[in-house]
């Protein structure tokens, strides 16, 4: 029990360079590791390529070690990281690269710090674990102990990676161990008492960073010998005899095998909606993905991170992805969480969850918590009555339909502030919220009114099919409009799919997943197959592209029309290669949407508005709506918290004239109720300029 504690503070340079060395592999950057250290390098840090998902800016080599230096100015940082790459150069080094700029160097520190997710997945897909994850030998040692240390796995049959801390001569590895079978657990129990005597033959520690708690104590004679242990022990007795402080730790310690995170886990995976391809079809496999790396838990937007909008905006564990998939993981155990799929803890962490699908891409090991949040609420409502915004916003695209032929009146009726705020309460909508005005004309009897570019010319134009989503159908034809004009200019006949094609979107993201497919099946019914298909709203092209094939994986017309979508930037690039946009010239701020950044990529989209002129970056993090989510009663000040978090700062200051773009309607209409900004699709800046 500490009562005092004085802490030695260490003055941060100011200025900071780093130097990533390339090596044929993980022992030979590990040996070229003693002769950097006289240079004082304020860290070293190595990994090898079997970790690396996109080697961009990486120097040749199947290994690498990134070394940071410090000094009072940019000159004096990069002068000592110079001195280190001649070092390396002559001790083996493939190749170098120094950088000083904070972007680029953030953007390499990346990719070292997502090797900890990353290493819990092998190149196939298999689950690796961090069953011997914290180990340190004196880094003059390092080299020769990865040799042996890879040597060991192969005698047992594993496989994994090592990374970490170099320079400290510590190293994490996760290794695919099988922890769900008792002859697997056998297995895992031989290697670690094989390893913790070739560590201690290295003169090494077994926990050299994060202690050695349960995992490991039971294996501490090994490295300090029975004697020791045993003064341990009588120590610990003195001070607490009745062994309520930290009981099992260290000494007296359970077996390692004992108390294994998997034991409690269902035998048998449980009956899903989704398919998860990626595990197996298992949920339990798809939680397991959490290792508790806890990128989600960023205090501020983590450069063009999305994940977690809602830790950011509370703080509060339960609210990050890890805190959910814990949560999760006791709900499949059964022992803390005893209700199951009925459980209200489960839910109400989920609550705030605005789905925003960032951590399928910004987590390390890809948890899909939005996915994971739909399975849950299909499973927790199911055969119970649901909030009243389920089946106001749930349910969406029923009644814009009905409410098309009445557009006019109803406008003028939600205008009537006592009548919208009935309206409000009765469909479970925040009292804050503003209501959307339906367009008075949709945008598919636009289209049925016009006649096709390639029946006017008479030229045999490729055909593009350009999707109806809901929200451009009702909310926004202004959009589907602009991006006729811009098809056609690029030499394209525009088709619309016949009415009544949804993607299912709003009911996903309300857990309404029978609903869901039955409204996917009737899509495939009806849409014409083998053409690309543009989708104008990134929450519905993802939807097409992820929870389509996900939800009804026996059915190929599935995989075959998410394989054909495209977002509008993407067709242009990829169809119409030497279309030349209009130039524009000028600056852009405004929001680039989660779900394009998490599962369709904005590539495209910014080589677009390149070649038009169209300068400056968007918004990373969550504009905060989030579709039915910033609109939900009770979600208003997280929701609002998102978007002060990075999109409305940004559009606050940016310079007259600037353009705000955000493709995603839940985006325009945050910027329009909370900033009072209008912001406009690229189609629709595209559009006004081919009529300039």
Sequence with gaps: MLTEATVRLVEAPEARALAVLGYADEPAAAEAVPGLLPYRPLTVEGMAADLVREPAGLPRGGAWLFVETGGTTP?????????????????????????????????????????????????????????????????????????????????????????????????????????????????????????????????????????????????????????????????????????????????????????????????????????????????????????????????????????????????????????????????LAGELVTTGWRSTEVRDALDLCLSCKGCRSDCPVGVDMATYKAEFLHHHYRGRLRPAAHYALGRLPRWLRLAAPFAGGLNALARIGPLAAVVKRLAGIAPERALPVLARERFGRWAAGRVPRGAVTGAHDEVVALWPDTFTEHLSPEVGR??????????????????????????????????????????????????????????????????????????????????????????????????????????????THCHQHA??????????????????????????????FGFERGHWEVSVACAEEQLLPSVRAAAPGTELLADGFSCRTQLEQLAGRRARHLAEVLAEGLEA
Excluded at 534 to 563: F, H, I, N, Q
């Design 75 to 331: 000159a004096e940082a990069r002068a000592h990281a110079e001195r280190i790459v001649r070092v390396a150069r002559s001790d083996g080094s493939l190749g170098t690269t120094v950088v000083t700029d904070a972007s680029a160097r953030r953007a390499l520190w990346r990719i070292r710090e997502d090797a900890a997710g990353t290493a819990t997945r092998m190149p196939d897909g298999s689950e690796a674990w961090p069953g011997w994850e914290d180990c340190a030998v004196p880094p003059a040692r390092l080299g020769p102990y990865l040799r042996d240390f890879r040597a060991l796995l192969t005698a047992h049959g594993l496989r994994g990676t090592p990374y970490g801390h170099f320079g400290e001569g510590c190293i994490h590895v996760r290794v695919d161990f099988d922890l769900l079978s008792p002859r697997g657990v056998a297995a895992f129990r031989r290697f670690s008492e094989e390893l913790a005597d070739l560590v201690a033959g290295h003169g090494g520690s077994l926990s050299g960073e994060h202690g050695d708690g349960q995992a490991r104590a039971e294996l501490l004679p090994r490295m300090y010998g029975d004697e020791l242990v045993g003064v341990f022990a009588r120590f610990k007795d003195l001070w607490d005899p009745d062994g309520g402080m930290n009981p099992g730790i260290l000494v007296r310690p359970a077996r390692l095998d004992e108390n294994l995170r998997f034991d409690v886990l269902p035998s048998r995976p449980v009956d899903v909606a989704f398919g998860y391809p990626h595990d197996g079809g298992d949920f339990s496999a798809a939680v397991r993905r959490c290792v508790g790396v806890a990128k989600c838990r960023t205090a501020g937007a983590a450069g063009a991170d999305v994940m977690c909008p809602s830790f950011r905006a509370t703080g509060e564990e339960a609210h990050s992805t890890r805190g959910r998939a814990r949560l999760l993981h006791e709900m």
């Design 482 to 591: 602009a991006a006729v004009r811009v098809l056609e200019a690029a030499g394209k006949t525009v088709l619309h799919p016949e009415r009544g094609v949804c993607c299912g979107l709003t009911y996903v993201s309300t857990g309404q997943l029978d609903a869901a497919r039955k409204v996917m099946r009737r899509t495939l019914d009806r849409v014409v197959p083998d053409t690309p298909l543009v989708v104008l709203e990134p929450s519905c092209a993802a939807t097409l592209r992820t929870d389509l094939p996900e939800l009804l994986p026996d059915d190929p017309r599935a995989a075959g029309l998410a394989a054909s979508v495209r977002t509008f930037a993407q067709y242009v690039e990829e169809y119409a290669p030497d279309w030349v946009p209009p130039r524009l010239d000028r600056p852009v701020a405004g929001q």
């Design 599 to 628: 599962v369709l990529g904005d590539a495209a989209e910014r080589r677009l508005r390149e070649r038009a002129g169209l300068t400056g970056e968007l918004s990373g993090g969550c504009c905060g709506l989030a579709g039915n």
